[in-house]
């Protein structure tokens, strides 16, 4: 079992910065790849970017690459997304989550999830 808690999301002007932060807790977090995942008004859950829990190569959805980054602190249990240059359409709920194995973009392959903190992004 695996718990995710969610925080740091908020309201930003477009061009601004938000860090997010997924708080993890169980066992073998080690076999796990972290996912962030976001939802906007209206549309299906959208792929972010994931990474191992035990490093490597981090994935992205190709328009967020060179403005997201994320990372994992393992002292803290805790995996990032730090997101500069963001834009309105950045606006949406994120999501965290948990999955056995590779850092997948698919969203089925995801076991465990947070409850989302919500980004909006003004003009």
């Known amino acids: 079992q695996v718990q995710l808690v969610e925080s740091g999301g908020g309201l930003v002007q477009a061009g601004g910065s938000l860090r997010l932060s997924c708080a993890a807790s169980?066992?073998?977090?080690?076999?796990?790849?972290m996912g962030w995942f976001r939802r906007a008004p209206g549309t299906e859950s959208e792929f972010v970017a994931a990474?191992?829990?035990?490093?490597?190569?981090?994935n992205y959805v190709d328009h967020v690459k060179g403005r997201f980054t994320i990372s994992v602190d393992y002292a803290k249990n805790t995996v990032y997304l730090q997101m500069n240059s963001l834009k309105l359409e950045d606006t949406a709920v994120y999501y965290c989550?948990?999955?056995?194995?590779?850092?997948?973009?698919?969203?089925?392959?995801?076991?465990?999830w947070g409850q989302g903190t919500q980004v909006t992004v003004s003009s």
């Open positions: 989550a948990a999955t056995r194995g590779s850092p997948i973009a698919t969203k089925t392959g995801y076991i465990y």
């Open positions: 169980g066992r073998t977090l080690s076999m796990y790849a």
């Open positions: 990474v191992s829990w035990s490093g490597g190569s981090a």
